[in-house]
């Protein structure tokens, strides 16, 4: 502990010589448009009904083929799903036996037990086939058609079969025409075949099983095969099979092909896949992207959208381009229209199916917490922008906050939550309510040191960049209040009877109680010295100082707080049970209390020595986060000057995450493509993290490598306040975001 102590007198002397250097700007994200996609789902839920295809025409009308007859879709829109119902656009359709659907020339075409026949070109189009059971066919030139019923090949034009073949000891299962070769692909399961529509014959090319869907890429040069495992590709020109079968895949069971505007896209029976350029794969799976898994037919969609058919029903994948800015005021709209409660940042729970009308606004253990979190957003986009709409956010917000000190009895206490008297029995963890003395008012107690943090990191940040007067007067007082009762009560928060509360403890009794290796011993170090440095900081009073000082140089916090997290990990067999419980795993909840104390400990700081030394505990940290390309951790790493914080990784967390933020069932641990770990103190399941948008919605408190989400389906929403917002709006007042650029 001495020796820290003489450290930073070092480092305080050489401050002296280096407070003329000059400082490096912090690099700059453009925030010029990217691409965000979004799911419009339609749900079709009637038994036996099989939804073979959906295609869309030139003018951008979806049509789908089932079993039941031609369907459309009705209503649909984004968080708000609509439905399949019969199409009865051409009444007199009503009576052809329609058995397949298909394009040509961007034309809807129909295919009946007689004929190919279409409502455009006038309606001239009836060209006439000998296969009654027919379920396959594919336009070629001048409206010729190869049709089929998965054994018999027939080639018609003007209600002439040209020619006619069964393949021998095979199924056909997917055609398609090459324009450019003028010549037709046959895929059957067991070998890929072609035809000519010139000298007609069939020319087998190669040789498979389990094949199950094809389409042409490349401009015509090679022929991509989906198989019940994985997927390979055929080259034209040099008439072989290009590599091996790809099994590194999402899912190998593949049910679809289809190439769109350049990228494969992919359906099997586990959700829909596109090819990157990377040769890694966006995956879609799920009600947050698909009504079901099981995929029966992809294509491209209207207003450049895709089409993924399930057997529950259809979804539109749109892909709008949107600045960092734009998804900014949508998340805005979110949390204002159906995530305030009382003031609060609050979730909605107990919605059906995932519509957020259903929904109510739930109390939480940490809505202080949560809402310092989304308060602190509004803050930075306040200090960048002046937009009095986030001035007026602060002030709600803060009058929920202000309220956590003054309904309950204990003074300087900070409740949990509050609710209208009558509901505890329907509130979360109802044996910690209390009745307030308004007898309209209940409060929650056994406030936790997370809450303690994000309240300090709020009040802070409004003190400091809100030239509101009232707010920031506002600010300092319920820092000092809430100091004032920690300082007071010996570095505990004491609760209504009389107790620290589970977590709220900061005393070297507790603290140095930890062995060395156990994370609470850290945090809990790291966490109240930057709560006291900001008490100093705004109040100037020197009790704050003295007690920081005294826990740094006679109780070891600052070397509890440097200890590099390396050293940080499972209990020794000798330690307490309680310090076993705290160390089974990484806590992540811990990351978030780490980060947001980092601001009162890095930016409020008593001189530049403590500074530097805090500022490699920071990066220490940061380093052993990376691998979760967390956005808020890396925006917070900025605070230090740091030229490497990786940008492009928070700029790919914000860009990635979804738009809908709905609980959505999330499935990853079967996956095929992804490189699993062996169990580890992290909990890092992969080599490398999956996007926000492919894995479970979270807060920052969780660990980004959760791979699935099982039970409750779409009943919860989350606030995009604290998830999104904050790192964005931080991002924005530290300058390593750019305005939108248009």
């Known amino acids: 502990m001495r020796s820290i102590f ?7 002397l050489m401050g002296l010589f280096s407070c003329s250097q000059k400082i490096t700007p912090l690099p700059v994200h453009q925030d010029t448009p990217f691409i965000q996609d979004y799911s419009i789902k339609y749900f079709y839920q009637k038994p036996n009904v ?7 025409d030139r003018n951008g009308t979806v049509k789908i083929y089932s079993s039941a007859g031609i369907l ?12 399949l119902i019969p199409d009865n656009t051409y009444r007199t359709l009503k009576s052809k036996n329609i058995q397949a659907v298909n394009l040509y020339d961007q034309q809807f075409v129909l295919m009946c037990d007689k004929a190919v026949l279409s409502n455009a070109w006038g309606g001239k189009l009836f060209n006439k086939h000998t296969i009654p059971t027919g379920r396959l066919f594919e336009g070629g030139k001048n409206f010729e058609f190869l049709v089929s019923d998965g054994k018999t090949l027939h080639l018609v034009k003007d209600s002439n079969t040209r020619w006619s073949q069964a393949l021998p000891n095979d199924e056909v299962v997917d055609l398609r025409f090459q324009d450019s070769a003028n010549q037709y692909w046959i895929l059957g399961t067991k070998g890929l075949y072609k035809l000519n529509p010139d000298s007609p014959g069939i020319d087998k090319v190669l040789d498979g099983s389990s094949f199950t869907a094809l389409d042409l890429a490349e401009q015509g040069r090679k022929v991509v095969i989906g198989t019940h495992d994985g997927y390979l590709e055929y080259d034209i020109a040099g ?7 790809n099994r590194k895949l999402p899912w190998t069971d593949i049910t679809s092909v289809k190439e769109i505007s350049g990228k494969l896209w992919f359906g099997t029976t586990e959700g829909a896949f596109a090819l990157r350029p990377d040769g890694k794969f966006d995956y879609y799976y799920g009600e947050r992207w698909l009504p079901g898994n099981h995929v029966t037919h992809v294509d491209q969609g209207p207003d450049n959208s895709v089409l993924v058919l399930t057997t529950a029903g259809l979804s539109e994948l749109h892909f709008k381009p949107m600045t960092l800015h734009d998804k900014a005021l949508i998340f805005d709209r979110q949390v204002r229209s159906r995530h305030i409660r009382n003031g609060f940042n609050a979730s909605l729970r107990g919605m059906n199916k995932g519509n957020p009308a259903t929904g109510f606004l739930e109390d939480s253990d940490n809505d202080g917490l949560w809402t310092s979190m989304y308060l602190g957003g509004e803050i930075f986009r306040y200090s960048v922008t002046k937009d009095p709409e986030a001035l007026q956010n602060c002030r709600e917000a803060m009058d929920a906050m202000e309220r956590l000190y003054t309904i309950n009895p204990v003074p300087g206490f900070p409740s949990r939550s509050f609710e209208r008297r009558g509901y505890i029995e329907q509130l979360s963890d109802p044996e910690r309510w209390q009745h307030a003395e308004d007898p309209e008012w209940d ?17 802070g940040a409004m003190a400091e960049l809100v030239d509101d007067p009232m707010l920031k007067s506002k600010a300092i007082s319920l820092i000092d209040t809430l100091m004032g009762h920690i300082v007071k009560n010996d570095l505990y928060l004491i609760d209504y009877n009389g107790k620290p509360t589970q977590w709220g403890k900061w005393h070297p009794d507790y603290v140095n109680g930890f062995p ?3 994370g609470d011993r850290k945090l ?21 100082k003295q007690k920081a000082f005294d826990l740094m140089q006679n109780h070891g916090y600052l070397e509890n707080l440097m200890r590099p997290i390396s050293e940080i ?8 049970d309680h310090s076993k419980n705290l160390s089974e795993s990484w806590n992540h909840s811990d990351d978030e209390m780490y980060y947001v104390g980092y601001w009162g400990l890095y930016r409020y700081a008593f001189n530049d020595s403590l500074k530097t030394i805090y500022k490699k505990a920071i990066l220490d940290h940061w380093e052993a986060e990376r691998p979760e390309k967390e956005g808020l951790w890396n925006i917070f790493t900025a605070i230090t000057g740091v030229q490497d914080f990786d940008l492009e990784e928070a700029i790919w967390y914000l860009q990635e995450h979804p738009l809908d933020l709905i609980d959505w069932s999330v499935k990853n641990s079967h996956r095929k493509d992804i490189e699993k770990l062996e169990t580890n103190f992290r909990r890092q399941t992969l080599k490398e993290v999956l996007p926000p948008d492919e894995r479970p919605v979270q807060r920052h408190n969780a660990n980004m490598f959760n791979l699935d989400r099982t039970g409750s389906n779409g009943t919860s929403e989350h606030s995009a306040g604290d998830i999104w917002l904050l790192p964005y709006w931080l991002g924005r007042y530290l300058g390593v975001i750019s305005p939108p650029v248009k």
Not at 569 to 576: L, M, Q, R, V
């Open 72 to 83: 459309q879709p009705l209503d649909g829109q984004f968080l708000h799903p609509g439905t």
């Open 569 to 576: 990990g499972k209990a020794p067999e000798n330690a307490d």
């Open 50 to 56: 099989d939804l073979v295809r959906a295609y869309t």
């Open 443 to 459: 409060w929650k107690a056994t406030t936790s040191s997370d809450e303690a943090i994000g309240h300090i990191f709020a009040f």
């Open 524 to 544: 809990n170090s790291s966490n109240i010295i930057g709560m006291l440095q900001t008490a100093y900081h705004f109040t100037g009073k020197e009790i704050y």
């Open 239 to 245: 008439r072989k099979q290009t590599g091996e079968i």
């Open 516 to 518: 060395t290796n156990i």
């Open 6 to 12: 003489y450290f930073v007198q070092f480092i305080a």
